[in-house]
Protein backbone atom coordinates (compact mmCIF):
# COMPACT_ATOMS: atom_id res chain seq x y z
CA UNK A 1 0.00 0.00 0.00
CA UNK A 2 2.91 2.81 1.10
CA UNK A 3 4.68 1.68 -1.96
CA UNK A 4 1.86 2.13 -4.60
CA UNK A 5 1.17 5.48 -2.86
CA UNK A 6 4.56 6.52 -3.42
CA UNK A 7 4.60 5.56 -7.02
CA UNK A 8 1.28 7.87 -7.42
CA UNK A 9 2.91 10.40 -5.24
CA UNK A 10 5.60 10.06 -8.44
CA UNK A 11 3.27 10.50 -11.14
CA UNK A 12 3.88 13.63 -13.02
CA UNK A 13 0.77 15.95 -12.30
CA UNK A 14 -0.59 16.86 -15.90
CA UNK A 15 -1.27 20.51 -15.94
CA UNK A 16 -4.63 22.22 -15.27
CA UNK A 17 -6.55 22.91 -18.43
CA UNK A 18 -6.19 26.59 -17.60
CA UNK A 19 -2.65 26.93 -16.55
CA UNK A 20 -1.28 29.81 -18.57
CA UNK A 21 2.36 29.25 -18.48
CA UNK A 22 3.77 27.73 -21.71
CA UNK A 23 6.06 24.27 -21.43
CA UNK A 24 9.74 25.86 -20.72
CA UNK A 25 11.42 25.36 -24.10
CA UNK A 26 14.32 23.30 -24.07
CA UNK A 27 18.24 25.04 -23.61
CA UNK A 28 20.18 24.71 -26.48
CA UNK A 29 23.48 26.06 -27.96
CA UNK A 30 23.82 25.15 -31.56
CA UNK A 31 27.05 27.03 -33.74
CA UNK A 32 25.73 29.63 -36.33
CA UNK A 33 26.64 28.99 -39.95
CA UNK A 34 29.36 31.22 -40.17
CA UNK A 35 33.16 31.85 -38.70
CA UNK A 36 32.14 32.46 -35.63
CA UNK A 37 28.96 32.88 -33.51
CA UNK A 38 26.34 30.14 -31.68
CA UNK A 39 22.62 31.05 -31.06
CA UNK A 40 21.69 30.47 -27.45
CA UNK A 41 17.66 29.52 -27.33
CA UNK A 42 15.83 28.06 -24.19
CA UNK A 43 17.32 30.19 -21.49
CA UNK A 44 15.77 32.23 -19.00
CA UNK A 45 17.43 35.05 -17.57
CA UNK A 46 15.07 36.27 -15.16
CA UNK A 47 16.15 33.76 -12.54
CA UNK A 48 19.45 32.64 -11.34
CA UNK A 49 21.02 29.90 -13.93
CA UNK A 50 21.77 26.42 -13.13
CA UNK A 51 25.13 25.46 -13.10
CA UNK A 52 25.26 23.43 -16.24
CA UNK A 53 24.36 26.40 -18.20
CA UNK A 54 26.86 28.60 -17.47
CA UNK A 55 29.64 25.97 -17.87
CA UNK A 56 27.98 25.40 -21.20
CA UNK A 57 27.86 28.72 -22.16
CA UNK A 58 31.57 29.67 -21.03
CA UNK A 59 31.96 26.67 -22.85
CA UNK A 60 30.62 27.99 -26.23
CA UNK A 61 32.18 31.04 -25.59
CA UNK A 62 35.44 29.89 -25.59
CA UNK A 63 34.64 27.60 -28.69
CA UNK A 64 32.92 30.23 -30.71
CA UNK A 65 33.41 33.36 -29.49
CA UNK A 66 29.77 35.03 -29.98
CA UNK A 67 26.92 33.46 -27.96
CA UNK A 68 23.73 34.69 -29.31
CA UNK A 69 20.78 34.52 -26.78
CA UNK A 70 17.34 34.70 -28.41
CA UNK A 71 14.02 35.87 -26.41
CA UNK A 72 15.34 37.94 -22.87
CA UNK A 73 12.62 40.56 -21.88
CA UNK A 74 14.95 41.77 -18.66
CA UNK A 75 15.08 43.91 -16.15
CA UNK A 76 18.19 45.75 -15.26
CA UNK A 77 18.87 43.95 -12.48
CA UNK A 78 18.61 40.92 -14.20
CA UNK A 79 20.58 41.61 -16.93
CA UNK A 80 23.31 42.47 -14.55
CA UNK A 81 23.28 39.06 -12.77
CA UNK A 82 23.57 37.14 -16.30
CA UNK A 83 26.52 39.12 -17.17
CA UNK A 84 28.16 38.76 -13.70
CA UNK A 85 28.43 34.84 -14.04
CA UNK A 86 31.12 35.65 -16.65
CA UNK A 87 32.91 38.19 -13.96
CA UNK A 88 32.79 41.78 -13.08
CA UNK A 89 31.74 44.95 -14.36
CA UNK A 90 34.85 46.69 -16.63
CA UNK A 91 36.02 49.82 -14.67
CA UNK A 92 38.55 51.72 -16.12
CA UNK A 93 41.40 54.14 -14.48
CA UNK A 94 40.35 57.21 -13.27
CA UNK A 95 41.94 59.16 -16.38
CA UNK A 96 41.07 56.69 -19.16
CA UNK A 97 38.41 58.52 -20.63
CA UNK A 98 35.97 54.84 -22.07
CA UNK A 99 32.61 54.60 -23.64
CA UNK A 100 29.62 55.94 -21.25
CA UNK A 101 32.46 58.52 -19.26
CA UNK A 102 32.87 61.95 -18.68
CA UNK A 103 34.90 63.32 -21.79
CA UNK A 104 38.35 63.12 -19.52
CA UNK A 105 37.28 59.89 -17.56
CA UNK A 106 35.28 58.76 -14.48
CA UNK A 107 31.61 58.51 -13.87
CA UNK A 108 31.49 55.05 -16.14
CA UNK A 109 28.12 53.17 -15.85
CA UNK A 110 27.96 50.15 -15.30
CA UNK A 111 25.17 49.63 -18.10
CA UNK A 112 25.46 51.95 -21.12
CA UNK A 113 22.67 53.17 -23.38
CA UNK A 114 23.96 52.55 -26.80
CA UNK A 115 21.25 54.51 -28.78
CA UNK A 116 20.71 57.32 -30.85
CA UNK A 117 17.58 57.88 -28.31
CA UNK A 118 18.03 61.13 -25.51
CA UNK A 119 20.63 59.82 -22.92
CA UNK A 120 22.34 57.32 -25.38
CA UNK A 121 25.69 56.98 -26.76
CA UNK A 122 27.30 56.23 -30.14
CA UNK A 123 24.51 57.63 -32.39
CA UNK A 124 23.54 56.08 -35.46
CA UNK A 125 26.52 56.70 -37.66
CA UNK A 126 28.57 53.27 -38.99
CA UNK A 127 31.22 52.29 -36.40
CA UNK A 128 34.43 50.65 -37.58
CA UNK A 129 35.85 46.85 -35.82
CA UNK A 130 37.34 47.66 -32.62
CA UNK A 131 37.70 45.30 -29.39
CA UNK A 132 36.42 47.39 -26.30
CA UNK A 133 38.47 49.10 -24.13
CA UNK A 134 41.73 47.74 -26.20
CA UNK A 135 43.53 50.98 -25.40
CA UNK A 136 43.43 50.41 -21.20
CA UNK A 137 46.04 48.34 -19.01
CA UNK A 138 43.13 45.73 -18.88
CA UNK A 139 40.37 45.63 -21.97
CA UNK A 140 37.48 44.11 -21.48
CA UNK A 141 37.15 40.57 -21.35
CA UNK A 142 33.81 40.69 -22.97
CA UNK A 143 31.27 42.54 -23.56
CA UNK A 144 26.93 41.83 -23.93
CA UNK A 145 24.73 43.76 -25.67
CA UNK A 146 20.91 43.50 -24.90
CA UNK A 147 18.16 44.60 -27.69
CA UNK A 148 15.47 46.75 -26.18
CA UNK A 149 14.44 48.82 -29.65
CA UNK A 150 15.34 48.04 -33.50
CA UNK A 151 15.40 50.17 -36.35
CA UNK A 152 13.82 48.11 -39.44
CA UNK A 153 16.92 48.61 -41.74
CA UNK A 154 20.43 48.98 -40.67
CA UNK A 155 22.27 49.00 -37.14
CA UNK A 156 23.71 45.59 -38.08
CA UNK A 157 26.86 44.30 -35.73
CA UNK A 158 29.64 42.56 -37.32
CA UNK A 159 32.19 40.28 -35.45
CA UNK A 160 35.58 39.39 -36.69
CA UNK A 161 37.30 35.81 -35.57
CA UNK A 162 40.34 37.29 -34.49
CA UNK A 163 41.58 33.85 -33.76
CA UNK A 164 40.77 32.70 -37.62
CA UNK A 165 42.50 35.73 -38.78
CA UNK A 166 45.76 34.73 -36.74
CA UNK A 167 45.94 30.95 -38.50
CA UNK A 168 45.15 32.00 -41.67
CA UNK A 169 48.16 34.36 -41.71
CA UNK A 170 51.18 32.56 -43.71
CA UNK A 171 54.23 31.40 -42.12
CA UNK A 172 56.18 34.54 -42.92
CA UNK A 173 53.60 37.15 -41.59
CA UNK A 174 53.25 35.16 -38.67
CA UNK A 175 57.15 34.98 -37.68
CA UNK A 176 57.40 38.92 -39.13
CA UNK A 177 54.96 39.80 -36.02
CA UNK A 178 56.01 37.25 -33.42
CA UNK A 179 56.75 39.77 -30.40
CA UNK A 180 56.02 42.89 -31.96
CA UNK A 181 54.79 45.73 -29.39
CA UNK A 182 51.37 47.75 -30.25
CA UNK A 183 50.23 51.25 -28.94
CA UNK A 184 46.45 51.14 -29.58
CA UNK A 185 45.89 54.87 -29.17
CA UNK A 186 42.23 55.38 -27.02
CA UNK A 187 39.87 57.25 -29.70
CA UNK A 188 37.77 59.07 -27.20
CA UNK A 189 41.68 60.96 -26.14
CA UNK A 190 41.66 61.90 -30.01
CA UNK A 191 38.25 63.08 -29.82
CA UNK A 192 39.60 65.68 -27.17
CA UNK A 193 42.67 66.37 -29.46
CA UNK A 194 41.63 66.33 -33.12
CA UNK A 195 43.53 66.78 -35.75
CA UNK A 196 43.27 68.87 -39.50
CA UNK A 197 43.48 65.57 -41.06
CA UNK A 198 40.60 63.31 -38.99
CA UNK A 199 41.68 60.63 -37.36
CA UNK A 200 45.12 58.75 -38.45
CA UNK A 201 45.39 54.77 -38.63
CA UNK A 202 48.90 54.96 -37.60
CA UNK A 203 51.23 57.45 -35.49
CA UNK A 204 53.83 58.92 -37.19
CA UNK A 205 56.44 60.87 -35.55
CA UNK A 206 55.19 64.31 -36.35
CA UNK A 207 52.04 63.53 -34.49
CA UNK A 208 52.57 63.99 -30.96
CA UNK A 209 51.46 60.90 -28.54
CA UNK A 210 48.08 60.82 -26.68
CA UNK A 211 48.46 59.98 -23.34
CA UNK A 212 48.10 58.00 -21.37
CA UNK A 213 48.63 54.93 -23.54
CA UNK A 214 49.09 51.10 -22.74
CA UNK A 215 51.54 48.72 -24.57
CA UNK A 216 50.28 45.23 -25.42
CA UNK A 217 51.55 42.59 -27.96
CA UNK A 218 50.35 42.39 -31.68
CA UNK A 219 49.76 38.45 -31.06
CA UNK A 220 48.35 38.16 -27.73
CA UNK A 221 47.61 34.64 -26.37
CA UNK A 222 44.07 34.05 -24.94
CA UNK A 223 44.10 33.69 -21.29
CA UNK A 224 41.45 31.05 -21.16
CA UNK A 225 41.76 28.43 -24.52
CA UNK A 226 45.52 29.88 -25.14
CA UNK A 227 44.35 30.27 -28.87
CA UNK A 228 47.11 33.00 -30.33
CA UNK A 229 44.88 36.21 -31.17
CA UNK A 230 45.63 38.81 -34.14
CA UNK A 231 45.12 41.56 -31.19
CA UNK A 232 44.64 44.55 -34.15
CA UNK A 233 41.50 47.30 -34.31
CA UNK A 234 40.31 48.55 -38.28
CA UNK A 235 40.82 51.78 -38.12
CA UNK A 236 41.98 52.51 -34.27
CA UNK A 237 45.17 54.55 -34.64
CA UNK A 238 48.14 52.32 -33.42
CA UNK A 239 51.72 52.14 -33.61
CA UNK A 240 54.54 49.62 -33.54
CA UNK A 241 57.00 50.21 -31.11
CA UNK A 242 60.20 50.33 -32.22
CA UNK A 243 59.86 49.69 -36.17
CA UNK A 244 60.37 52.49 -38.51
CA UNK A 245 56.99 54.52 -39.01
CA UNK A 246 56.89 53.66 -43.26
CA UNK A 247 57.61 50.02 -42.21
CA UNK A 248 55.06 49.84 -39.15
CA UNK A 249 52.34 51.91 -41.10
CA UNK A 250 52.37 49.84 -44.49
CA UNK A 251 52.48 46.44 -42.33
CA UNK A 252 49.64 47.26 -40.36
CA UNK A 253 47.20 48.14 -43.63
CA UNK A 254 48.36 44.36 -44.89
CA UNK A 255 47.34 42.83 -41.55
CA UNK A 256 44.09 45.15 -41.43
CA UNK A 257 42.89 44.00 -45.17
CA UNK A 258 43.78 40.33 -44.00
CA UNK A 259 41.69 40.40 -40.82
CA UNK A 260 38.54 42.24 -42.37
CA UNK A 261 37.34 40.05 -45.19
CA UNK A 262 33.98 38.39 -44.97
CA UNK A 263 35.05 34.76 -44.23
CA UNK A 264 36.20 35.86 -40.64
CA UNK A 265 33.17 37.61 -40.22
CA UNK A 266 29.62 37.19 -39.01
CA UNK A 267 27.10 40.04 -39.27
CA UNK A 268 23.80 40.11 -36.91
CA UNK A 269 20.62 41.64 -37.69
CA UNK A 270 18.91 42.62 -34.39
CA UNK A 271 15.63 40.75 -32.92
CA UNK A 272 14.44 42.58 -29.85
CA UNK A 273 15.15 40.42 -26.77
CA UNK A 274 18.47 39.22 -27.90
CA UNK A 275 21.78 39.44 -26.03
CA UNK A 276 24.59 38.78 -27.67
CA UNK A 277 27.89 38.27 -25.48
CA UNK A 278 31.13 38.41 -27.40
CA UNK A 279 34.55 37.78 -26.35
CA UNK A 280 36.41 40.90 -26.90
CA UNK A 281 39.87 39.07 -26.52
CA UNK A 282 39.32 37.27 -29.77
CA UNK A 283 36.77 39.15 -31.72
CA UNK A 284 36.66 42.76 -33.08
CA UNK A 285 33.03 44.55 -34.09
CA UNK A 286 31.71 46.67 -35.88
CA UNK A 287 28.29 48.20 -36.45
CA UNK A 288 26.36 49.87 -40.02
CA UNK A 289 24.50 52.85 -39.75
CA UNK A 290 21.29 53.35 -39.66
CA UNK A 291 18.37 56.16 -40.30
CA UNK A 292 18.27 58.55 -37.24
CA UNK A 293 14.80 58.91 -38.23
CA UNK A 294 14.11 55.29 -36.41
CA UNK A 295 14.81 54.17 -32.45
CA UNK A 296 17.47 51.65 -31.42
CA UNK A 297 18.52 51.00 -28.15
CA UNK A 298 21.02 48.33 -27.27
CA UNK A 299 21.74 48.23 -23.47
CA UNK A 300 25.48 46.99 -22.98
CA UNK A 301 27.81 45.35 -19.91
CA UNK A 302 31.17 45.79 -20.57
CA UNK A 303 33.23 42.91 -18.68
CA UNK A 304 36.35 43.62 -16.74
CA UNK A 305 39.31 42.02 -18.45
CA UNK A 306 43.18 41.25 -18.00
CA UNK A 307 46.66 42.42 -19.42
CA UNK A 308 47.46 40.97 -22.22
CA UNK A 309 50.19 38.55 -23.02
O1 LIG B 1 25.91 49.51 -31.71
C1 LIG B 1 26.49 48.45 -31.89
O2 LIG B 1 26.03 47.55 -32.58
C2 LIG B 1 27.84 48.20 -31.30
C3 LIG B 1 28.25 49.25 -30.33
C4 LIG B 1 29.54 48.95 -29.66
O3 LIG B 1 30.59 48.98 -30.24
C5 LIG B 1 29.53 48.52 -28.26
O4 LIG B 1 28.47 48.53 -27.64
O5 LIG B 1 30.59 48.14 -27.75
FE1 LIG C 1 32.21 48.27 -28.94
Known amino acids: ?11 PIPPAASDPSPPAAV ?73 GSDPYGGNTPDIVHVSNLAGGV ?15 PTPSSGSLLYAVEVPSVGGDTTWYNLARAYDELDAGTRREIEGLQLITYNP ?36 D ?8 GARTEVEIVGVEPQYGAALIARLREHLLQPRHAYTHRWSVGDIVYWDNQATLHARNAFDNGERRLLKRISLAGSRPF
Open 225 to 232: SGRRILHL
Open 1 to 11: MTHSSTLDLAR
Open 27 to 99: FRIAPLQAALGAQVTGLDATRPLPASQVLALKQALLEHHVLVIKDQQLEDDAFARLASYFGSVFHPPANVPVL
Open 188 to 223: FLRKLKPLAAGFPLYRTPDIEPLSPFEVHPLVRTHP
Open 122 to 136: LGHDELSAHADHHWT
